[in-house]
Structures are given as C-alpha cells and as structure tokens.
C-alpha cells in the first residue's frame, strides 16, 4: 500500500488538510502584497525641474497643475523638459534647447504623498533604475526558487518555509528604512528569494497531504488567496500613500507567522522517503484522528515504512533527457517558452498599470478582481482539454493586448477594458500550465522539466520590468510584445499532445514511440520505468 492510498483510507482532503490549507494560504496575501506593491511604491508621479518655475518665487507642487506634463496614458513626457531660459513656454511650446536639471525636482502629490522615486530622483535619467531595481527583485525570485527548492528537498518543507517567513518580514521591514536606493534594491532581492521559498514549498507541502483526486482544486485555491492578497494591496495603497509606511504595513505584520512554529505540519511523504517513520507515522495518526478516520488496527500494527529498491541497476536521468530525442525535444522547448511567456506577459501587465490612463488604485484593483472568475474558469475547461484551453486563453489574452495600441489614448476606459481581457487570459493561462506541463513531460524527468519550466518563467519575471524601457522606441513597443509573444505562444501550443483524462508518460518512450532515430538509422530504444520510490507498508 503506497501512501496516496493511505492518504484515501485516513481522509485526501478532510479537516486536517483543510486547516493546514488555511495556514498555506494566509501567507499568499502577503505574498501578493511583497510581489505587486512596487506599482504604488514604484510610481512616478508628474514632476518638473524647480528651475523651470515660470518666476523666481516657486509655487508650491500642490498649487501647481502638472497635468500639461504628462503625455497621454499618464507616462511623464515633457516633464523631463529643463528649459535653458527658465521658460516653461518656450521649452514646450517652440522647442527651445534643454539641459540638465541642476535645482532639483518637483513632484506633484495629487496621487502619492512619497514614493522612492520622489525620494531619490528616479527620473529622467535616472528613470532606468527604477526598472532595473524591479529586475533585480524578480531575479531573487529565480534564486529563491534554485535554492530554496534544494535545500526543501535536504531539510524538508515546513523548516524552509519558517525560514523564508523570517527572512520576509525581516528584510521587509528592513526596506522601509532603507537609507538610500540600492539598499533598497538589495533587500527587495531578499524579500524576492523569500517569496519563492514560500510559495513554492507551502504549494508542495500541501500537495503531498493531498490525495490525488483534490490536489488540483487544492492548487487554485492558494491561486485565490494571491488574488486576494492583489484586490487588497489596492485598498491599503489608497489609504497609505506614503511608501516607507505602505512597504512598513505590509510587512509588519508577517511577526504574526511565528505561531508557525507550532501549527505548520512537516510532510509525511517526506519524513517517510527520508527514513523518519517514527515521526511519519505520528503525523498520519494525527491526521486520521482529526479526520475522523482512526487507523485500522492492522495499519497500527504495520508501523514500518520501507522504500522498495530495485535490485536491478537503474538508469540515471538529468535535464539532457529533455533535449536528447526529437519529441521530447519539442515538446520541452515549447512549454519552456510557455513559462516564459506566461509571467513575462502576467507581470509585465501587472506592473505597470499607469499606462492604461486611468486611476492606478481602480485600475490595480480591477486587474485582481480579474483573477477570480480567470482562475475559476480553468476548473471547467481543464477536463475536457489541456491543450484547447492553454490555446484560446494564450490567443485571448494576446488578441486583447495587441488591440489596446489601436485605441486612442482620450479613450482611457476601453483600452483598460482590453487590458483587462488580457490579463484575464494570461491569467488563466499561467493557471493552465501548473498542470499542463507535469503532464507532458514523463515521469523519469518530469522534475528536471518543471524545475527549468520555472526558471524559464523567473527570466520572463526579470524582463518584464524592463519591456517598459522600450518605450523610447516606440510607446507601443510594450503592448505590442505583450501581445506578440503568447499568440506565438498559442500557435505553439498546436505542437502539444492533448493530456486530458489520458495516462501519464512514464518514460521517454512513451512520449517518443518504440523507434528511434540514431546516428540516421532506425533503432528500437526500451527504457525501463522508474517505479522506484514507492513507499510501501511492511505487513
């Protein structure tokens, strides 16, 4: 008896792993938060060199209209305009020569009362920065998830979630006395390992107590929480407009994780694969109580885990097997890409939101209302068909994009609509591929494939900060790549074998078929199944 069948005799998702989704979702709020508060925190309001002053005695910023500042959709344009002369007029208006701003900046607070590009000057050029600090904090995200991943596998899940929830709150509330900005920068990158941490390990932990008929309702329901976490981030911003009391609000309360230490589960597939019985067998007596499914006295008496070894010699697997033969070959590059894709499009919409032209608090909050019914509706199309799904949310969202560089800026309403309906289709779509690509890679590499996948996707997090510097190119560059890479993405997915309510692959066999081309001859290539790693009761 392995343990998935264990885990329906003592209950697959009773009360015990119902409360313990509740301790794995509290903490994707303030995930949500960490990950989306760099648009309010981030925000570049209108400004103006304080030596342009049309007169030697300044007005006060909030006396001053700085909307004829601004290009349409709300991105600072001329605001960077530093007449020679001291003529706003004759630098606006006739093209008069600029140069640099040598009396400092003034920002308007009609919307942000602080941000930290009104604390350090992060305009014009400097503007970058503000970009590549964002970078830099979706590259701890990809380091979080290469290292906290191993050292989960070393130490199990629930210490490298404790771990990850100090450093969190630590740093985080590190960053709201941030002295300057690359300080600053450097703790958001540990704030971003951290979340990786998090995340990844609370998803795994909950799916290893999940019986296999709940985990992939079980998985969307963390994906709500997130969502929560993003509508809420709205609200918090709107009353707090001050950046070191919005990063400080949002990161104080993670002291409140300490009851962790008492309350947080280890995983007893884990303890079990690692040796540990004694205490594997104390947590699945646990929970069979609270479920009110007591062990049976013949599996009180068969207290001793083995792990089945096989005493034939086994094939040793790696990430090259993902790329060694012509299926799995294809296979594996198009969902690489798809991750990719994904979040490269999922946060380079999320983050940068002043664009559509309408108030950022509204529009953030309307993008996360959109992830409710976006990750419902995944829940409805993923058993009739993986590979339908994952192309119509792809084109959806790449369609809705694209269009929103045909509306005219004065049209701020519609082209937020159409960036909803985008983001509501990569949404969706990033939901699709959880599941989607631990199906089609089989299960000899199905680690290696979904441990690349994820990189894959931290590097599209990582540029996704930076598609808003191509603004310079063109203003439409953003939206146009937005819209470019998941309709390639769409016609990619084609490629892809439809997994629904079908097996799934062992080995690579199974995905390639029983000949294989070698050195340009046909060859029949067997690999043996990995059955090793089923835990069973020694009776």
């Known amino acids: 008896m392995n343990f998935d069948e264990i885990l329906s005799l003592i209950g697959?998702?009773?009360?015990?792993?119902?409360?313990?989704y509740v301790w794995i979702c509290l903490p994707q709020i303030f995930l949500a938060f960490h990950m989306l508060v760099s648009v309010f925190t981030g925000a570049v309001p209108p400004h103006l060199c304080r030596s342009s002053w049309p007169s030697a005695g300044a007005p006060a910023s909030s006396n001053f209209n700085f909307s004829h500042l601004s290009a349409p959709g709300g991105q600072p344009?001329?605001?960077?305009?530093?007449?020679?002369?001291?003529?706003?007029?004759?630098?606006?208006?006739?093209?008069?020569?600029?140069?640099?701003?040598?009396?400092?900046?003034?920002?308007?607070k009609e919307t942000f009362q602080s941000t930290i590009v009104t604390e350090w000057d992060l305009v014009c050029d400097s503007a970058s920065l503000n970009n590549v600090g964002s970078s830099i904090y979706m590259l701890g995200l990809l380091v979080g998830a290469v290292v906290f991943g191993s050292l989960a596998d070393k130490y199990g899940r629930r210490i490298v979630i404790l771990l990850n929830l100090a450093i969190q709150v630590i740093f985080g509330v590190g960053a709201a006395f941030a002295p300057n900005f690359y300080v600053y920068t450097a703790l958001r990158f540990m704030i971003g390992t951290s979340i990786s941490g998090v995340i990844m390990n609370a998803f795994v932990l909950g799916t290893e107590w999940t019986g296999s008929k709940q985990r992939m309702l079980a998985g969307i329901i963390t994906d709500y929480f997130f969502g929560v976490g993003y509508?809420?981030?709205?609200?918090?911003?709107?009353?707090?407009?001050?950046?070191?009391?919005?990063?400080?609000?949002?990161?104080?309360p993670g002291f409140l994780f300490i009851f962790y230490i008492w309350v947080l589960p280890k995983s007893a597939r884990w303890l079990?694969?690692?040796?540990?019985?004694?205490?594997a067998w104390e947590l699945i007596r646990k929970a069979a109580q609270m479920n009110g499914k007591p062990l049976t006295k013949q599996l009180e008496i068969c207290q001793v885990y083995k792990i089945e070894e096989k005493t034939e010699e086994k094939k040793k697997y790696s990430f090259i097997d993902l790329v060694r033969t012509p299926k799995m070959r294809?296979?594996?590059?198009?969902?690489?890409?798809?991750?990719?894709?994904?979040?490269?499009?999922?946060?380079?919409?999320?983050?940068?939101?002043?664009?559509?032209?309408?108030?950022?608090?509204?529009?953030?909050?309307?993008?996360?209302l959109v992830e409710m019914p976006a990750r419902t509706i995944t829940l409805f199309t993923l058993n009739r068909s993986r590979k339908i799904s994952q192309l119509a949310f792809l084109a959806v969202g790449g369609t809705a994009c694209l269009l929103t560089i045909f509306i005219p800026s004065d049209l701020s309403v519609i082209k937020t609509v159409l960036a909803m309906i985008g983001k509501f289709g990569i949404t969706a779509s990033l939901s699709i591929i959880y599941v989607y690509s631990a199906e089609v890679f089989p299960t000899i590499i199905r680690q290696n494939g979904i441990g690349i996948g994820s990189m894959c996707a931290r590097i599209g997090g990582v540029l996704a900060p930076m598609l808003y510097l191509l603004r310079s190119m063109s203003p439409h560059a953003p939206m146009v790549l937005c819209g470019l890479c998941p309709l390639l993405g769409s016609v990619l997915t084609l490629l892809l074998p439809e997994t629904a309510n079908k097996p799934l692959p062992?080995?690579?066999?199974?995905?390639?078929?029983?000949?294989?081309?070698?050195?340009?001859?046909?060859?029949?290539?067997?690999?043996?199944?990995?059955?090793?790693?089923?835990?069973?009761?020694?009776?």
């Open 330 to 368: 294809k296979h594996s590059l198009i969902v690489f890409y798809l991750w990719f894709a994904n979040v490269l499009v999922y946060y380079g919409l999320s983050l940068n939101i002043s664009d559509f032209g309408m108030n950022i608090y509204l529009t953030h909050m309307i993008f996360g």
């Open 506 to 539: 062992d080995t690579i066999e199974d995905v390639e078929g029983s000949d294989l081309s070698e050195n340009g001859g046909l060859k029949q290539v067997v690999f043996e199944k990995d059955v090793v790693g089923s835990t069973r009761i020694d009776c």
């Open 12 to 20: 697959g998702f009773g009360k015990f792993q119902k409360i313990l």
């Open 231 to 252: 509508i809420l981030l709205a609200g918090v911003a709107y009353l707090i407009r001050d950046w070191r009391k919005l990063q400080l609000a949002i990161s104080a």
């Open 272 to 279: 079990m694969a690692n040796d540990r019985q004694e205490e």
């Open 77 to 108: 344009d001329l605001s960077c305009s530093v007449p020679l002369n001291h003529s706003i007029a004759v630098s606006l208006d006739s093209g008069h020569p600029t140069g640099s701003c040598q009396g400092g900046w003034e920002y308007s």
